[in-house]
Structure formats: C-alpha cells, structure tokens
C-alpha cells in the first residue's frame, strides 16, 4: 500500500476521483426494470449563471440523495441542465452589443438569436463545469437545454393543447411600450429615474350634486380623459360618504364611479386618486377588480387619439398635457400645482418616457389548473418538506390569477401563433400554416413575441425525459422522486410544475418537494449574482476543498432555514475532513502491522468492543432515517459526533492498548476488525456529504478489509441497522466507565496533575453489581486516565488531603500527597481564587448600576448575569479543590 500523506490536501484526490466516476459511467443511469428508479431533474441554472453559495447549497443536497439511493441500490438518474432565461441572456448579449455601439434593431431578430446561440456555445453554462467541481453525480449524457429541439417541441405541444383546452386566451394586459422606438420594453428595459415633476390637483364635480367637488392629485394631468373612476380607500372616513356617487369627468363630460379600493394610499396628494386603465398598470389592476371599461387614449407613437375627445386627438402626449392644464385652469378647475419628485420609466435604449400601454397578451387560464394541483397535495400524493409551507402554497393557489405567458424580447420560445393579415384569423400551429384557412390568403405572420420563460421551465421534470414522445425513459423515471430548490420560488416555479405535470402528463411530477433556505451574507441578504455579494464557491473550494465546503454547508443549514455564510463555516468542515484522515491513517498503519481478520471461531469480544457496535448500531438507524427524512444536518451531526468523539477520542484510543502492549494475537485480531468496520460503515454512511475523501479512503481499507469488494464506495452498500438492540448493557456499562475517567481527567486537570504523572485512585462504590462492573474493567480506567492503582468497593475510605469528585452517586477520591506540591498547589489555587473573586466584585457592581441596567441592551444585560452565575460557580469549585489540600 501506498503510504497516506501525513496531511490530507484533497487537490491531490478530488480531479482523480471524479475522472474514475465518469470513466466507468457511475453517473449513467439506464432503464432497469430490476431496479427501482430514483429520479431527480435539476433545477436548472441559468444559462448565463455563475456558481454561487445558494447553488452550492441547492446542489450539494441533491448530489447527496442521489448518492445515499445509489448507495442503497436504487437505478438513480440526476438529469442536468440549462434554462436559456430569456431577457437575463439577451441583455448579457445586448450589453456586448452596446460596448460596440450597437443595439439589438441594429442587428434585428435574425442576427441577434443567432449571436446568442453563439454566446451560448462558447460562454454559456459554465455553472455545469462548476458543478462537476462541486462533485455532482449528474448523468451528463443527458444533459437538457430548454431551448433544444425536443424541449421547444414540448412547449409548442403544450400550448397547443392548452389552446385547443380553452385554457390559453388572448386578453388585455398593460406593458411598457416605447413611443420612439415603437416597441413593447420588458420590465428590466425600463430605467426608473427620479425626476423632479409636478402634482396637479383637480376638481372633479359631482353629478347629483351641485357644487360639490372631489379633488384629485395626479402627475400626468393629461391621462384625465382616459379616467373611468376615481377611487378611495374604504378606510378614509372623509370620502365614505361619497363612496357609490357619480361624478362627471370635466373636458370630457363622463360619468364615472366613485370606489373604494384598499390599494389607494390615504396619505397620497388627497387621499383620492384617478384611475386610468389603459395608461397605467396599477389602475389597471384596480379595474380588473372593479370591472371598469379600459379607454385607451393615447397610440403607439405617443400621440393622442379620438378618444381623447376631437379637440385633443392628434397632440404629442405632453403637448395635450399642456393644454389640458390651460383648459382646467380656465374653468377653474385646477386648484393647485405643488412640486413633486417621483421615479418615471424611460426607454433603455432612447431614454424618453415610456408609456404604459393596453396591448393583447397571451395568458393561461390558471384556476382550473389550480384546482388540480391542490388536491394531490390535499390527498398527500405530493408531501411538502418542511410542511409548513403548504399552508403558504395553498393560500396562494386559491387566489391565483391568470398568467401572462408573452414577453415582449426576441430570445426564448416564439409564440406559435400566426395571424392573417387579410382577415385578421387567428392560426395556432406549431409550424407557419402555407395559407389562411379562411380566406386561403398567404400574408400570414407569426406573433412576434416569446413565451415568459418559466412557461418552458413548469414542464422540465418531464419534457427533459422526452415528453411528448412516449420515450421508455419517461416510462421509467416518471414521475420523479424529489425536486429540492430554495422557497423563494414555490411559487414561480413549483407550484407551475405540479399544475404543468397534472394537465399535460396526468401525473404528479415528483413525489417529494424539499425546500431549503437560501444563503444569506454577513448582512442578512440573500446571495446572488447580481448582488456579487457571494463569495465564489470555487475560491473555496481551492482553498478548503470541496467535502470541506459540502459537509459545513449542511453542517450548518437547519432544515428549511436560512443559512448566513462567512469563510469560518467552512473550517468545520476542513477540520473534520482532516480528522477523518489522521484517523484513517492511524487504522490503516495499525491494519498493516496485523496479520489477519479474527475467524469465526474467535468469539473473543470485549466490552469496548460491545459499546462500539452498539454505538455503530444505533448512529446507523438514526443516519437512515434522518436521510429519507431530509433531516440533512441531523445526518452530519449524528456523523460528526459519533466519528469525532466516539470512534476517534474513545475507541481508537483504547484499542491502542491491544495493539502497542498486546501479546494476544486474537484480541488484536477482533481490535483491527472493529476498527476497520467502524471506519468502513462511517465512511458509506458519510459518502453521499464527502464523496472524495470517503471514496480515497474506503479504496485504501479495501486491502486488509476483504468485505468490501465493490470498485467503488459509490457501488457498496449502505450499512443499514440491525433491528435487535445488541449489546445495550453492556454499552451502558462502557458508558459509566468513560464517565469515571472522564472524572478523574478533569481532576487531573483542575489540580494541576500532569496527565503523564502516575496517579492512585479510591473508587467508594456501594451498589454491590455496578461495583463489580467497576472491578472487571478497571484495567480501561488505568490504561484512559494513567491510573497505577485502583481500589474499588463498598468499604473504600477516603485518603487524607485527596481531590474528590462524585460521579452519579459513585465517590472518586485521588490522593494528593507526593503528586503534586501542595502548599505550591494551594498557594496558586488561592490566587486564582483572589482574581476571580475579584472579577465577580466588579460583575455584581456593574449589574447594581441603574445606568448600566437601564441603558445596556437586554442581551449585554443577560451576559453579564450569565457570567455572574459562572464566576460564582468557579469560586464553589475552587473553594472545593482548595479544602483538599488542606
Ligand atoms: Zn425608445
Ligand atoms: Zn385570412
């Protein structure tokens, strides 16, 4: 065997261990009806993504139940992939563009779509790489696009049959339009700056009676003859009267409502305010919920229409908004101007006002798809971890609201939707149709919008298994087993799923949603990348290594919460990373030295050895259990611990004994077994958190551990419980044992023994069975707490000037004389004693002082009476060690 290295640097192990993965295609999943499947879809990053913590968290928890189910047998498939994101990867092109000087009409459709498929190809997914860095187990063979052949056709697919349903429907719906440019804007196309306006105030008559007047506020005075309504908070007395009257819109003479809306801010110019749903998304909103009639009175390039009435039709928008003022000034209906500063939208690209406009939008019809998905998760088909964001899910399916499905951008799936241009017909195919079906003309044109991109992302979990093909994949891997993915986007994301799945597949799409917290910075914030405030992953990774990074990551990551990063998590996870090696080196040395494995005639097992398989036993039912529960950083807790403080700090420290003093073959024997077993079940237990340096190890305990004889960790078995609780006296008997030393280490410790000074000690044991316990493993207490001579019994007496300590109700006395000087000792604990009584003089003064109690914050407050009861607690202790020396 190649000797381990004294220090564990995982460059030397992570690239190697990943290439043996993929040579032998451990990744790869295939259908495999003797198998069960286990399936998980990524959800899939951007394409333009750069790795970041919440990835890290998100992925890191995927690739570990993918490892735990292989491990346990199962045909696992974690399907990879990249979501084209619409407008986010056309602006990264786009700003490319500007750096030229150019902008995307320069280029037009064509040009651009094909410039991003280049972008795409030689700098977009690069997160996949980093994946790959992070460990993930994914079938890159079946890596998915959402913009590739088969996923466009799924979502063609589905919004034809969703039209051919009635369930996708052409409406109204308010966008940012550019008047210049002559164009629909995304949101993230208008730039909002704050500029210094005016507030206009308005008199608005009362129809029924006279010379009564309501008084608005508004910013664009001009959007006046468009108005259908002018609306209240219900919770502003000084309208609740009005609430229900007509009024006639001066200029104009309409009569329209006045409503109550909760959406009005009271505190706002005078707590009444216009509605205009053509020309502003709010107003539109409110007369969805009012049923208002929506007058468009301004067109496409800016310019006022017949609407607006004859003696304004045909105005640049701010030439009427001048007019308008004049008009009412002259009617003496404008009661004020005040100035007035407020963010407006302008065109990224022209920089004018843009003008929010009433145009047709593409929307699916949302409630019926709702009602289907709420009863799978009503009828548990579908469990939600942690549960109580099932109660937030359902809240928000009932109220759900139709969906606009069109963007107004050129990269993502074009609607396929042709019109005529002879008769206006409506064509939905997914190929351009040669002639109209109605008047057989042949100028047809296809919608030139795109579809929102989660309209692609709500079918992945069954679209990148091929859907609507009828492929033996989808046959076998659907539904999936689990979609893991922070909560923030439950709603965006999964709940469109489960509805997707239902209406397209008849089927869930998972059986299992875990939600996870999102990484936060030092501040509170989530990490994002257009934030920059995440650390990159692989900085740390260099630095700590990737098990490092994993296994502190769900080390400190309760379930369901968010998680605030800094660098010092990690070193959890170096620090056990690099135990688990010097461990592992220890065995592996001692395993060398060792001819053999006991036979089966050998039944020699001491009681050590019983604590340690009882211990075993039980870490790997609750390991099993927290896994298939989720119960992430209960898997590594139980790990850290039992590994750290039982296997390491007890076990491998007592078997040391058999190894280095032992003349008796079959007990070192049975020792190198355990420890090689232990180590072996630890390390499957830990693989699917650490992959690496489990995998490095696990190859190595191979050569003197013949029970293992997979070709890798990743195809062993995961150590499952017996169901019997062996060994569970005996276990509890070792327990008190390390209790005992555990006592007189500490004596040790507080009396200024030396922990290589020789010492005696007096066991008063009056519990006849546990005394003989006491006397049988004796030779563990001298060998863990360099103990000479031991007396143990009923009768056992105090030794003058001894330290004593009492553990249960078992009385532990070490006698002093000869071992330490005692004047020296008492002299040194009297000056510990004198500062610390000091100490608490000062503590007690600070907490009578009504300045420091009435100003200090609760939690400096509630320290410092903390460290009053601890000072206090030292002096009884000191006081104690101080008697027996006297
Ligand atoms: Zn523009
Ligand atoms: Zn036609």
Redo the contacts with the bound molecule.
Sequence with gaps: MKEMEKVYDPHLIENKWYKFWLDKELFHAKVNPQKKPYTIVIPPPNVTDILHMGHVLNNTLQDIMIRFKKLQGFETLWLPGTDHAGIATQNVVERDLEKQGKNRHDLGREQLIELIWEWRKTKGGRILDQLRRLGASCDWRRERFTMDEGLSNAVNEAFISLYKKGLIYRGEYIINWCPRCNTALSDVEVEHEDKASHLWYIKYPLKDRKHEFITVATTRPETMLGDTAVAVNPNDPRYAELIGETILLPLVNREIPIIADEFVDKEFGTGCVKVTPAHDPNDFEMAMRHDLPKITIINENGIMNENAGAEYAGMDRFECREKVIMDLKEKKLLVKIEDYQHSVGHCYRCKIVIEPYLSNQWFVKMKPLAEKAMQVIEEGKITIHPPRYKKVFFNWLENIRDWCISRQIWWGHRIPVYY?D????IIVAKEKPEA?P????THIHQDPDVLDTWFSSWLWPFSALGWPQKTPELKYFYPTDLLVTGYDILFFWVARMIMGGMEMTEEIPFKSVYLHGLVLDENGVKMSKSLGNSPDPIDVIEKYGTDALRFSMVFNTPKGNDVMYTDALIETGRNFANKIWNAARFALTNAAEIDGLPDESEELIELTDKWILHRLNEVKKAVNSAYEEYRFLDVTHQLYEFFWNEYCAWYLEIIKGRFYNSDDQASRRMAKYLMLKVLDESLKMLHPIMPFITEEIWQRIKEFYPYETAESILLSEFPVSADEDSYLKESERMQLIFKLITAIRSIRKDMNVSPSEHVEIVVKDVLPARCAVLQNNRHYIKVMAKVDEIYIGDDAVKPEKSATTVVDDIEIYMPLEGIIDLEEERERLMKKLSKVENSLIKCVGKLNNDNFVNNAPAQIIEQEKERKEQLENTIEKLKANISFLE
Excluded: F, R
């Excluded at 002879?422 to 017909?425: G, I, P």
């Excluded at 109605?438 to 003309?441: A, E, P, T, Y």
């Design positions: 005529c002879d008769c206006s017909e109209c109605k008047c057989q003309s």
